[in-house]
């Protein structure tokens, strides 16, 4: 049997495309905001492990000592990576972006 590729890996973690646009766009953010926007599951601890072990997030500290997480330069063209297939598909990344805003607005998760 082969080793799985490291794409499928990530991609088939429910979640994850949605965490590494949300970085992309919205910029760092802490692990309760991304709790809030994207999910509360329980498994979104390890979810944000597996980014961070592979590169593409890491733990930033804001100048105000708030503890966030950030984009990688790997991760950053990742994210644009995604962003660009999404719009070949005919999606709309702005309007996810609007999504976004309005569920940080409102307090409320979004659905992937």
């Not at 499928?8 to 979640?15: A, D, F, G, M, V």
């Not at 979810?47 to 592979?54: A, G, R, V, Y």
């Not at 660009?84 to 979004?110: A, F, P, S």
Request: net charge positive; charged share 20%.
């Amino acid at each position: 049997m082969t080793e799985n590729l490291v794409t499928n890996t990530l991609l088939s973690e429910k979640n994850v495309v949605s965490i590494l646009v949300c970085l992309y766009i919205l910029g760092p953010k802490t692990r309760t905001e991304l709790y809030k926007m994207i999910s509360t599951n329980p498994r979104m601890p390890k979810k944000l492990s597996l980014l961070q072990e592979h590169g593409l997030i890491k733990p930033f500290e804001m100048m105000s000592g708030r503890k966030t997480l950030a984009l990688t330069e790997l991760g950053t063209k990742y994210a644009v990576t995604l962003c660009n297939l999404e719009k070949m598909l005919g999606g709309n990344v702005e309007q996810y972006k609007w999504n976004l805003l309005r569920e940080i607005i409102d307090g409320h998760t979004i659905k992937a």
